[in-house]
């Protein structure tokens, strides 16, 4: 398994941060190769992505969600990936999103793209594309205040 651990300071309320990831419908707006994102129940969603070129489809679940802290997921099927992102407060109007995510590369390719950094950089422009979205809206698109 390889590890990444990202973070992007945005500028919005944590809640605004917190409330906007919840909306994992939308991911395909900010994440690179995110084709859809189903969310199927409180804790489980269906991921179309694009990985070293091909389409590949699985199911996450959500092992844990604290509102305004953080959420957890790890992959029930296909591309095996598990990971944290968690939001902390730097003063009333903006935020911190980490983002630790573990995958296991699978063939050639995605280890040679593990070698040279292709997700860690895919992960860091996604956080990046995330602050400009939230930033441009300044609200939420939608919300979920449930725990897991």
Do not use: C
């Not at 935020?95 to 070698?115: C, F, I, K, S, W």
């Amino acid at each position: 398994m390889s590890t990444v651990e990202k973070f992007v300071d945005v500028n919005v309320p944590v809640r605004v941060a917190y409330d906007q990831w919840t909306q994992f419908e939308d991911f395909p707006k900010f994440m690179e190769g995110v084709r859809k994102v189903d969310q199927l129940d409180d804790k489980r969603m269906h991921w179309v992505v694009e990985i070293a070129g091909k389409t590949e489809e699985y199911d996450a679940e959500i092992t844990e969600q604290v509102p305004d802290q953080r959420i957890a997921w790890r992959s029930t099927g296909g591309p095996k990936n598990s990971g944290l992102v968690s939001f902390h407060p730097l003063d009333a109007n903006r935020t911190r999103v980490l983002l630790q995510m573990e995958y296991e590369p699978r063939g050639a390719v995605e280890n040679a793209g593990d070698m040279l950094g292709v997700v860690s950089m895919r992960l860091q422009g996604d956080l990046d594309r995330f602050k400009k979205f939230i930033e441009a809206r300044g609200v939420e698109t939608g919300a979920w205040r449930g725990s897991v």
